[in-house]
C-alpha cells in the first residue's frame, strides 16, 4: 500500500500550505 501512503504524505503537505497561506492572508490583512 504504497501508493496510499505517499498520496496521505501529499495530502498532508497540501493541507499543510493551505493552513499557512490562510494564515498569511488574515495576518497581512
Not at 1 to 17: H, L, Q
Not at 22 to 28: F, M
Request: glycine residues 0%; charged residues 40%; aromatic residues 18%.
Amino acid at each position: 500500500m504504497k501508493i496510499i501512503d505517499s498520496w496521505e504524505r501529499e495530502n498532508r503537505k497540501i493541507f499543510y500550505f493551505i493552513r499557512i497561506y490562510l494564515n498569511e492572508k488574515k495576518t497581512s490583512s
